[in-house]
């Protein structure tokens, strides 16, 4: 859990490998571009990110392209089916021959140990967009949007109800990072890996606990979190079974009724409205998820900008 950042690339791999201070300037970097854009037009002129898709996104593909255009740079875009890798070349191959055209990578894949293998044999910068087991960039604009409505997050509630994926796994590693409580209110079979919470409550910030309910998770938090209940990875004979295992953790107008009064909703989305949240909460007036999909944009050009030392 505790992989050191490489000290020459500056790869964006995981919040855990980052001290605060590094991510608290990569958000405000990001609240300064976000307030004045036109200033930053230029910062990476000239840069070009590539970006590797083995998975679908809409998210992730626009504000990544978006970000490198406002901020003067260019992208190109690699589905895994069009390149050789899908052939069989190595990741470590097509790291060393990526390296060669472009400034940046980022890549949306499978398995962690595919990004991890990628950034070893990258002479720049990799940047996680999602593997099976994190997604830092989400969290990272997730902790934007929290702070913009509600204030710093440092000693506030975050509520995570539902399966403990790879985005609830991001959301730990910031609340020790960010130093906030984390309640995670997930069915047993689904509950974080022993390991994160051991991490979590070895590092000895922030408060990460699992809960029984998700009533027991909600009550006087500042936000409370969710996220599909059936995703990319999952096959179809696990969705039933997931289905029936999460229904009781639907958050819906009852379960929000018992969060702060002033406690905003999150979800990375795609949402999938009427299963783990309902039309009710996100598009009610405590939803705060277009203002989060915009800030994967934001967010996302501040670690660009980290990453690229610009
Ligand atoms: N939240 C997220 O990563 O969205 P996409 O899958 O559309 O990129």
Known sequence: MSAPQNKTIRHFLDLHH???????????????????????????????????????????????????????????VLKHDDMQLGRGETIADTARVLSRYVDAIMVRTGPETRLQELAAHAAVPVINGLTNESHPCQIMADIQTFEERCGPIAGRIVAWTGDANNVATSWVHAAVRFGFTLRLACPKPLRPPAALMDWANAEGTGAVVNMDTPEEAVR???????????????????????????????????????????????????????????????????????????????????????????
């Open 18 to 76: 980052f001290d605060t201070a590094t991510l608290r300037a990569i958000l405000d970097d990001a609240a300064t571009m976000k307030r004045n854009r036109a200033a930053y037009a230029d910062r990476l002129r000239g840069r070009t990110l590539a970006m590797i898709f083995e998975k679908p996104s809409t998210r992730t593909r626009v504000s990544f392209e978006v970000g490198m255009m406002q901020l003067g740079g260019n992208v190109v």
């Open 220 to 310: 006087g938090a500042d936000c409370v979190v969710t996220d599909a209940w059936v995703s990319m990875n999952h096959s179809m004979e696990e969705k039933q079974e997931r289905y029936d295992a999460l229904g009781p953790y639907q958050v819906n107008e009852r379960l929000m009724g018992l969060a702060k009064p002033d406690g905003i909703f999150l979800h990375c989305l795609p949402a999938h409205r009427n299963e783990e949240v309902t039309d009710a909460v996100i598009d009610g007036p405590r939803s705060a998820v277009w203002d989060e999909a915009e800030n994967r944009l934001h967010a996302q050009k501040a670690v660009l900008a980290w990453c690229m030392d610009a």
